[in-house]
């Protein structure tokens, strides 16, 4: 059969991302490409940083949207500011706290593990108590919302505890910025990175990353280098920062950045504490919908992330045929459950655009009619 263009069909998107994307965000992905030196493309990229500052409530002149999905951001923390036989302490109460442990093995670095179970939060006393027994550790990672099981984690304590011992904190920020109070600033917090499909509903394939001088410093004061040429910040540093310095170090991804300056600009129109709100008003409703429907939240409602709803399956509720039929029926995605929850959790996202009043209700009336056929 010949092959024809791809015609996606317009899914709404509430899983753990990518999430829903405006139309207006669409469009300006569409827009001519011009060339990544353009100097209009510069003005562009000037305005999304400082977007990017705003939208991490931080004045870092190092804030930039690294060209590689969240997972790159993560990687380019810990292969810039770990060196081989740094201590690092890393917090993990999901998937993604496991993936940091194998970052910093992989940059010969020495990790102490702090683990909490699936669906809570990270101990901040544990943490303390580890960090008082290593005060030789170099940094402190965590993850801020850990979407495998909905919960939050207080990314403040975590941080003014890095600070008091003398240590960076490496912070996974993918799926609470934009979804949740993140003030890399007033936190204190050294290296942070997220994602571009999660609360920002830009398309998939970009990092929103954050170095404080702290971090910057400890780059500067590296004995070897870093071993990946891609995520170098150094040299990336230089397109970045200096007026009039742009030189080429990769191709930017020109179209999706118009895309990330359009949903920016969009979350700096609504107002950042607009956004916490909405998304914690629209998970209310899901919540209350969720709960008449029988569901059960994974995680205490005191660390709940009103953007990631992780529930349990109902008793005898088939997991791949009723989000198949969600999928078929209602052109609506839900997530699976990930690591430790799969075939027992669903995860149900909230997600920037996807945080609307027309989606819960949707998500609602589709689950309600969905569990009723599949018995
Ligand atoms: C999605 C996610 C990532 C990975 O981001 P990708 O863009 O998929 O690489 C990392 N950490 C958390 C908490 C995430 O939710």
Redesign the pocket.
Known sequence: MAITSFLPPRRILMG??PSDISPQVLQALSRPTVGHLDPLFITMMDEVKSLLQYAFQTKNSFTIALSA??????EACFVNLVEPGDKVIVCRNGV?GE?MRENVLRCGGEVVVVDDEWGAPVSVDKVEQTLKAHPDAKALAF?H????TGALSDAQALGALAKRFGMLSIV?A??SLGGVPLLVDEWQLDAVYS????CLSCV??L?PLTFSDAAIAKISSRKTPIQSWFLDQTLVLAYWSGEGRRSYHHTAPVNSLYALHESLLMLQQEGLENAWERHQTMHQKLKVGLENLGFEFVVDEAYRLPQLNAVYLPQGVNDGAVRQHLLKTYNLEIGAGLGGLAGKAWRIGLMGYAAREENVALCLSALEASLNTSK
């Open positions: 753990p991302g999905p969240g997972s790159a951001g993560m993604f993936r993850v919302a850990e979407t495998s996974d993918v799926t994602g571009s499909q999660k998939p394939g990092s």
